[in-house]
Nanobody, 123 residues
Framework: QLRLVESGGGLVQPGGSLRLSCSAS????????IAWFRQAPGKEREGALC????????TYADSVKGRFTISRDNAKKTVYLQMNGLKSEDTAIYYC????????????????WGQGTQVPVSS
């Protein structure tokens, strides 16, 4: 079974950058579609970006377009979320999740989840 662990979160000032990592073990990362979700305080968890097994990416959250990018390194068993130009409204717990087939923004479509990493954006 694929296990996922997020890392790289932490306090960042508005306008700053951060790179999150999603490390996989227990199965071959290259066989999975990986998405980053986020859950802001008091809000529902939302899909942000996704990368399929061929490396094609999809951005679901309009608010992150042009600022966040997703990439994968199957050899390192890691998927990354590069976040630039961070805003206070990006404050959330960020989760990575995996599924077999194509990208989806629906939380219910993902069976494998990490524990999340917190990203507070504040001055």
């Amino acid at each position: 079974q694929l296990r996922l662990v997020e890392s790289g979160g932490g306090l960042v000032q508005p306008g700053g950058s951060l790179r999150l990592s999603c490390s996989a073990s227990g199965n071959t990362l290259g066989n999975y579609v990986i998405a980053w979700f986020r859950q802001a305080p008091g809000k529902e968890r939302e899909g942000a970006l996704c990368i399929n097994i061929s490396g094609t990416t999809t951005t679901y959250a309009d608010s992150v377009k042009g600022r966040f990018t997703i990439s994968r390194d199957n050899a390192k068993k890691t998927v990354y979320l590069q976040m630039n130009g961070l805003k206070s409204e990006d404050t959330a717990i960020y989760y990575c999740a995996a599924r077999w087939n194509g990208c989806s923004a629906a939380r219910s479509q993902y069976l494998n989840w990490g524990q999340g990493t917190q990203v507070p954006v504040s001055s």
